[in-house]
């Protein structure tokens, strides 16, 4: 097989991976494999996994294989509340920084409102410590 010929199929199967999805960013080859015998609260799963490293989806099966012989994984939802944080260096006065962010409080949830709308309808928004 020839350079040329690689070079066209490869062309045409990116063409044909292009037309699966709208906006595609990008197209990947790598293995595409399962790791079973996870028992997940006494449910059995097979975890797809993508990666050219035969031996981390060998090792996930055995772990997954090893627990479940001893009952499976079990799990628990603590919270589902979601923490994010804004980090920036400040070498000013911190609680300049804080009476600043204190005033700006409404002017930032008013401009986010059309993005927490659908999740302040759930129970959920965001919150402010």
């Given at each position: 097989m020839s350079l040329l010929h690689i070079g066209t199929t490869m062309s045409s199967l990116k063409k044909q991976f292009?037309?699966?999805?709208?906006?595609?960013?990008?197209?990947?080859?790598?293995?595409?494999?399962v790791a079973p015998n996870f028992l997940i609260n006494g449910k059995e799963y097979c975890?797809?996994?993508?990666?050219?490293?035969?031996?981390?989806?060998?090792?996930?099966?055995?772990?997954?294989k090893f627990w479940m012989d001893r009952g499976g994984i079990k799990t628990t939802v603590i919270s589902t509340t979601k923490i994010g944080q804004v980090h920036f260096f400040?070498?000013?006065?911190?609680?300049?920084?804080?009476?600043?962010?204190?005033?700006?409080?409404?002017?930032l949830l008013e401009g986010v409102k059309a993005l927490t709308a659908n999740m302040e309808k759930l129970g959920g928004g965001i919150t402010w410590s």
């Open positions: 292009e037309g699966f999805s709208e906006n595609t960013l990008t197209n990947f080859h790598l293995p595409f494999g975890v797809p996994m993508v990666t050219e490293e035969s031996s981390v989806v060998a090792a996930a099966s055995n772990a997954a400040y070498k000013g006065d911190k609680n300049k920084l804080i009476a600043y962010f204190s005033q700006l409080k409404a002017t």
